[in-house]
Each structure stands twice: as C-alpha cells, then as structure tokens.
C-alpha cells in the first residue's frame, strides 16, 4: 500500500527552483471558467514555505493590490500550479516574513535587500 502511494508522490512532482522566503516570484495558475481554461499570473513577495520537499509543500505569496494586503497559498506541487518563476531574489534573515503584514511597501524594501 505504501509502494502506491510513494508512486504517485513521486509522480506529483516537479522540477522547481529553489524558492527561499523574501524572494519575489510570480505564479502562473491554470483557472477554470466555465467551458475555457486559461493561466494567471500572481506576482508577490514569498513571505512563508511550508512541509519542506515533500508533495504538500505550499508557498504564501503576498502582494499589496489597489492598496489591500491580498495574500495567497499555493500548492507547489498541484497540477493547476503551470510554472514558479523567480522575479527576485531576497536575503530575508527569518523563515516566516509574517511581520511584513503591518509594513508599507518602502519599509519592506528597505528591510530586505536583493542578493548580490
């Protein structure tokens, strides 16, 4: 029983950069409306990773939009998730950039630096 199920973990996943806390990303999601199908784009701040390696990992990505905090947790590994692509690199000294909810956008800027 166990052999199926490490099957079908190791069918799930994908080949994806490394995505580290700070990092600027954008998300492309395969949407289902109706009949069509189509892909849209998330772009965000990584502010959380969760459940390691393992096909339940998921990423918090938040962005700031017309000026509300929207934040947004993807399954890296789900079958609706098309590509992760890395915008920015971040060098973020904590694993949960929970703080940066009571932050404006300079202050967040100014707290994390882009890696040279």
């Known amino acids: 029983m166990s052999t199926k199920l490490e099957e079908f973990k190791k069918k799930q996943k994908k080949e994806l950069p490394e995505i580290n806390p700070g990092d600027r990303v954008k998300v492309y999601q395969?949407?289902?409306?109706?009949?069509?199908?189509?892909?849209?784009?998330?772009?965000?701040?990584?502010?959380?990773?969760?459940?390691?390696?393992?096909?339940?990992?998921?990423?918090?990505?938040?962005?700031?939009?017309?000026?509300?905090?929207?934040?947004?947790?993807?399954?890296?590994?789900?079958?609706?998730i098309e590509k992760i692509e890395i915008i920015k690199r971040g060098n973020a000294r904590k694993a949960k950039l929970y703080y940066v909810r009571d932050k404006?956008?300079?202050?967040?800027?100014?707290k994390l630096r882009a890696k040279n």
């Not at 990992?57 to 947790?73: C, D």
């Not at 404006?104 to 100014?110: E, F, L, Q």
């Open 104 to 110: 404006s956008r300079k202050a967040i800027r100014r």
């Open 30 to 80: 395969k949407v289902k409306a109706g009949d069509d199908e189509r892909v849209q784009a998330f772009e965000g701040l990584v502010i959380a990773r969760k459940h390691g390696e393992d096909t339940s990992a998921t990423i918090t990505v938040r962005n700031i939009i017309e000026k509300v905090g929207v934040e947004k947790i993807f399954p890296i590994h789900s079958p609706t």
